[in-house]
């Protein structure tokens, strides 16, 4: 009698076990904070290699990342930015509050107090905006930007440049120039 009893019992727990663990899998994880976000997935502390035919071209990190599936975007905050050339060795960092990666051709956009310095020569690149298209090999900014090198600043309402940071284009430049060749 008291093994039917118990094996009563034992079946009874296994029962609500296998409710409660039903009920639980539609429930859904996580607060109402994430519910209410735009995105599909949101990533914290994210590392991104951003490649052109395999070679790697940049290295992305970010604080957090709001990830949209249908159009590739990422949204990102807290953004930092290697950028490599064709030979493997950094050519400038990137630092910016926030930014958009478009996971499709790797193409991004910094935005919020950016920074750019390039390793060689120290030159210093600030800007409200900026973008970098690792396919096609090109940094540039539309908006407001200050470089500094050498002494040198020279403001303009924009540039564009190579990956490589060797060949420099300042939209209407104005400044001071101090013992550096410049080409009009």
């Not at 900014?141 to 500094?148: I, K, R």
Request: proline letters at 2%; glycine letters at 10%; hydrophobic letters at 40%.
């Amino acid at each position: 009698m008291m093994w039917m009893m118990r094996e009563r019992l034992l079946a009874v727990v296994a029962i609500v076990a296998l409710v409660a663990c039903d009920r639980g899998s539609t429930a859904p994880v996580g607060n109402g904070r994430f519910q209410d976000l735009p995105a599909d997935h949101v990533m914290l502390d994210v590392r991104q290699y951003l490649t052109d035919d395999g070679i790697r071209r940049g290295v992305l990190n970010a604080d957090t990342a709001y990830v949209f599936v249908d159009s590739g975007k990422v949204k990102l905050r807290k953004v930092t930015l290697q950028i490599f050339g064709t030979t493997g060795m950094e050519v400038a960092n990137l630092v910016s509050r926030t930014g958009e990666l478009n996971q499709r051709n790797n193409v991004m956009v910094a935005r919020g107090n950016v920074v750019l310095v390039t390793r060689e020569g120290g030159r210093r690149i600030e800007t409200e905006e900026l973008h970098y298209d690792p396919n096609q090999h090109r940094i540039w900014s539309t908006v407001a930007t200050t470089m500094q090198e050498n002494g040198s600043r020279i403001t303009g309402d924009g540039f564009t440049a190579d990956d490589q940071m060797q060949n420099i284009q300042v939209t209407r430049p104005r400044g001071t120039v101090s013992g550096m060749k410049v080409k009009f």
